[in-house]
């Protein structure tokens, strides 16, 4: 029976158990470019035992960064960076992963610990800068409000995601998540929520999800065919009138057919007070659902937090692999830990260095 460590393939790729650490900001970098922080912080959760490592939020333009400190991949010297990072994740037997993205109505804004009394918005003087998105709409009164895209800037933005995916390729990363949840700027687009345009890019199902099939296939197309290619989606957006899990299952259909392979399942981000109903794993029926009635791979994510937990939910084909974040920040050992709690030691490789303290 598959289980929480079995091996898990998807094209060339195999990782080498079902536990991914799940992209989380640091709000650390300079001008985009990861530093010694980006290292010890995906680093160790490779010396963890993850199979799979997906760096956080990467902008493929300044604008779409969420915070100034966030990373980027609009630059070529970001390369250089992320392949010192991608190298030692190899080495520890982890696979580098890559969220790629754009934070459109929810850019510029302060790294959480840094955010004044004022509010959450970075200003221009402070090294803010004017956010976009689909609509004239703000996310909410303390954020800006965007410029609605044209369809040139559009084009523009697709643009900039092509030139990131083939610079992620040249860092060897070897899995790619295109970020299209949490209000950022792809969700932004599909949610009605946020999305009143009269365009082609607006307005129908198909209209408002034309900007995450259109730029899927543009990144798919100069992503290798035999490496992962993922999304993250919103799988609802927990507000009347807004985006559904069944709206979600039908663009699985689509996106399985633009040749993504796995589709990872968070939730909410576009309103600012959505009605959640928070509890263990409490996301986890959306990729249960994507994965049985879209027929796509999906990863289950939030609030799982036990090997038994995770391992349960793999042995019961509600979803591929399990990502975890704010547990891995708690501990980067979690899948060692993962392995004695359901009886696999056997199945981790501890590194050498650290073998006496198992
Ligand atoms: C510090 C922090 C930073 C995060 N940054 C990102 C991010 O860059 N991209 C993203 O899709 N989700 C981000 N998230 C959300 C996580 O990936 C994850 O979906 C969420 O925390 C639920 O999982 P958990 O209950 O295991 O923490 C972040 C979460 C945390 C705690």
């Not at 221009?124 to 954020?143: C, R, T």
């Not at 957006?237 to 069944?246: A, K, L, N, R």
């Not at 959306?286 to 609030?303: N, P, Y």
């Not at 995770?310 to 399990?322: F, K, L, M, Q, S």
Request: a negative charge.
């Amino acid at each position: 029976m598959v289980h929480l460590f079995s091996p898990f393939t998807i094209k060339d790729i195999t990782l080498r158990n079902r536990i991914g650490v799940a992209p989380m900001c640091q709000y650390s970098a300079e001008d985009g470019t990861p530093n010694d922080w980006h290292m010890v912080h995906l680093g160790s959760r490779a010396v963890g035992g993850a199979g799979l490592i997906i760096a956080e939020a990467s902008a493929v333009v300044p604008e779409g960064r969420i915070s100034p400190e966030d990373l980027g991949m609009y630059k070529d010297e970001h390369v250089q960076a992320f392949k010192r990072i991608n190298q030692f994740i190899k080495e520890q037997g982890s696979v580098p992963g890559i969220q790629l993205a754009h934070a459109g109505r929810k850019a510029s804004t302060y790294a959480p610990w840094k955010q004044p009394d004022l509010g959450v918005n970075v200003p221009d003087e402070d090294g803010g800068w004017n956010i976009v998105g689909p609509s004239a709409l703000g996310f909410s009164e303390a954020f800006r409000t965007p410029k609605e895209l044209t369809v040139g800037e559009i084009k523009e933005i697709q643009e900039a995601f092509r030139q990131a995916t083939i610079r992620s390729l040249d860092a060897g990363f070897e899995w790619m998540e295109f970020h299209a949840a949490h209000g950022y700027l792809a969700h932004s687009f599909y949610s009605p929520l946020s999305n009143t345009r009269t365009d082609e890019y607006g307005g129908s199902f198909e209209n408002r999800i034309r900007f995450v099939i259109e730029t899927v296939r543009i990144m798919r197309k100069e992503w290798p065919e035999n490496l992962p290619f993922t999304i993250r989606i919103s799988s609802t957006d927990w507000q009347e009138g807004g985006w559904t899990i069944e709206d979600s299952i039908e663009l699985s259909k689509r996106l399985k057919n633009e040749g993504v392979d796995l589709v990872d399942c968070s939730s909410g981000g576009n309103t600012p007070n959505p009605s959640i109903d928070v509890g263990p794993g409490y996301q986890v029926e959306f990729a249960e659902r994507i994965r049985r009635e879209a027929g796509v791979a999906t990863a289950a994510v939030g609030l799982i937090t036990e090997g038994m937990q995770a391992d349960d939910h793999v042995r019961n084909g509600r979803a591929d692999i399990i990502l975890l974040a704010r547990e891995m920040l708690r501990d980067p050992y979690w899948p060692l830990r993962a392995a004695q709690a359901t009886h696999q030691t056997d199945h981790l490789t501890i590194p050498p260095q650290y073998e006496r303290g198992w």
